[in-house]
């Protein structure tokens, strides 16, 4: 029954979308952690989104190829009194544009909702299919 | 009056098969619509199923030529053949990708609308079949 597998190709989206979400999470929470692990400022990430192989109906799924570094410049803050501060007065702050990833996180969420729904769709078509000849 | 209903219940089913096919294809571009360099893809329904009521064998299956039986015959075992179409976009984006969520979402509904009515036929036609079988 291939109804089935618009349920593998939306729960696909769904987890790539929440991946997706859970880095959004990620930058937002640390968009101003000025230190890490490494001794350097938080970096953004982003995922990268690639088209799983097709099936035979030509349909395919998603799946995040990767989580990529943000490459843009890091924010330069005046404060010298930060303990983080370097000699000139400048503090190394995250690369993370605030509205970036809340567009990002809508996106994220509108396209989950979509999966949603395309899941309860199919579920009525298939329990429409159970029904027939009763 | 057995035979027409095979022959109705045969136009139902090559049609349910290319609508699930369909609703595969949409639930792909709806899941791809922020994958970059994503085409969308779509099937004329109407041309398709045309097609598989004309050749009304096995479903359109695509093979490779072989020139020896020993050739492993690769065919693409698939309900939609050489039916799938790219999708020409109305306004394209900077990633090159050619989903378009209004149309996506209107087909899908549209398609989900039709495999259901699709369905019905097929019970009102069994309804028909159990009422001229009754004797009352």
Excluded: C, W
Aim: aromatic content about 6%.
């Amino acid at each position: 029954m291939s109804l089935f597998n618009v349920f593998g190709i939306a729960s696909s989206a769904m987890s790539a979308q929440s991946q997706r979400l859970n880095v959004v999470a990620s930058n937002l929470s640390n968009a101003d952690s000025v230190t890490s692990s490494t001794g350097e400022a938080y970096r953004g990430r982003q995922v990268v989104f690639s088209t799983l192989q097709a099936n035979p109906n030509g349909a395919s799924g998603v799946k995040v190829a990767g989580v990529v570094h943000d490459a843009s410049p890091m924010r330069q803050v005046f404060e010298p009194k930060h303990p983080m501060a370097d000699k000139n007065g400048y503090v190394t702050m995250p690369n993370v544009n605030v509205v970036d990833e809340m567009v990002n996180m809508m996106s994220a969420s509108r396209s989950y909702q979509n999966s949603v729904d395309m899941m309860n769709t199919t579920k009525s078509l298939l329990q429409k299919t159970l029904t027939i000849g009763q | 009056m057995i035979n027409k209903l095979d022959k109705e219940l045969n136009f139902h089913h090559h049609a349910l098969a290319l609508r699930v096919g369909r609703q595969e294809l949409l639930s792909s571009n709806v899941a791809n619509a922020d994958t970059p360099n994503f085409k969308a893809k779509d099937i004329d329904f109407a041309s398709a199923l045309n097609e598989k009521l004309r050749l009304n064998s096995s479903f359109g299956k695509v093979t490779l030529n072989t020139t020896s039986p020993t050739h492993i015959n690769a065919g693409a075992n698939s309900v939609l053949g050489d039916n799938i179409l790219y999708r020409i976009p109305l306004q394209p984006s900077v990633d090159g990708n050619t989903v378009d969520m209004d149309m996506e979402r209107t087909r899908f509904a549209d398609n989900a609308l039709k495999y259901d009515a699709s369905i019905s036929f097929i019970n009102n036609e069994f309804r028909n079949i159990m009422l001229a079988m009754q004797e009352r």
